[in-house]
């Protein structure tokens, strides 16, 4: 359905393009990096790697602007797996993988997308740690989204039949998110999300939430509340970020909390990157601990190029010690 409204959605905007103003480009990030992973717990494996500091994918984009100010857009894009030559974070993932949608923008009126959309809680938690939206060695992201649904919430970060709505950033650097997804797939169950994030200047402050809930009259239910303050500040000689994350689910009767705290530091030509994490989930027969650090270097080559060491130091309560690293190089365009 999704391949449909996109293919439809490009099909009416070029019926305007006599009239419009077009814009259109490509974009994406390329990364790959080489080393030893292990999660809490597991076996280490030396391999190659597609998101050691960012998710590798290319996407393409079209807008039309027109004379009473409204921008109509298309959006497509899909992850790749160099370490398999193929697309997708992995084997269930559609071509599509990633944000994949259509939007309807004016600047006094907000943005309107309709599609497969990222979920806002995984672009605060992006935004407000070190290793921003690095899943292979972000702490915050491990814990949050990661490490099963004792732990992490439920459901994934990109969200089908979704539609999502954010206001104009106002002139005092407030500005709302909200989105929704109704999924009759095998995880049929609907998911509702937001975000209020205050900018300015070298400070920022977001508040999120996230309700998950899912009945495909197989699994247990999933009725998943999830609430995150995040902040960063820049005080020039490093850049420090802080978040708190509170997960309830009541289908299993469990809950989670997971503080992390985190650092940028300019140090010649690159930056120093530090973050830990820490998680405690419980429930009636859950009683877990997670910690999670890690430790990176990365270095601007030059333009989009960016070379890069990683380390990353994982602990659950009862199980064998986790170490990972990888040494890598991430091209922007």
């Known amino acids: 359905m999704i391949r449909r409204l996109g293919l439809a959605a490009l099909l009416f905007l070029l019926s305007f393009a006599a009239r419009a103003q077009l814009d259109y480009s490509a974009f994406g990030t390329l990364d790959l990096s080489y080393g030893r992973f292990e999660n809490s717990g597991a076996e280490p494996r030396y391999r190659f790697n597609s998101n050691s500091l960012s998710a590798s994918f290319v996407g393409a984009k079209a807008s039309y602007g027109f004379e009473n100010g409204f921008t109509a857009g298309i959006n497509l894009e899909t992850f790749l797996r160099f370490q398999d030559l193929d697309y997708g974070r992995n084997e269930e993932d559609p071509f599509l993988s990633r944000n994949n949608f259509v939007s309807l923008q004016h600047n006094d009126y907000g943005l309107l997308r309709i599609g497969r959309l990222q979920s806002y809680l995984f672009e605060t938690s992006s935004r407000f740690n070190a290793f921003g939206n690095s899943t292979g060695f972000s702490p915050a992201l491990k814990h949050i989204f990661l490490s099963g649904n004792l732990e992490s919430v439920d459901g994934d970060f990109y969200w089908d039949r979704a539609v999502s709505y954010s206001t104009p950033r106002f002139e ?162």
Request: glycine share 14%; no cysteine; aromatic share 10%.
């Open 172 to 333: 005092n650097g407030l500005q709302g998110n909200f989105m929704y997804a109704l999924d009759s797939g095998k995880t049929r169950g609907d998911y509702a999300g937001g975000s209020v994030v205050f900018s300015r200047g070298v400070f920022a402050l977001s508040v999120a939430a996230q309700n998950v809930h899912i009945n495909n009259g197989i699994d247990d239910k999933v009725d998943e509340l999830t609430l995150q303050v995040g902040s960063t500040y820049n005080f020039g000689f490093a850049r420090v970020f802080g978040q708190y994350t509170h997960m309830d689910d009541k289908g299993n009767d469990t809950s989670s909390r997971q503080a992390t705290v985190g650092v940028s530091v300019p140090l010649g030509p690159g930056n120093v990157l530090a973050q830990i994490a820490r998680a405690t989930s419980k429930g009636p027969a859950v009683d877990r601990k997670h910690t999670t650090t890690s430790l990176g270097y990365v270095y601007n080559y030059e333009g989009g190029l960016d070379i890069y060491l990683l380390g990353q130091d994982d602990r659950v309560s009862n199980q064998t010690r986790g170490v990972s690293y990888a040494a890598g190089v991430r091209y922007q365009f």
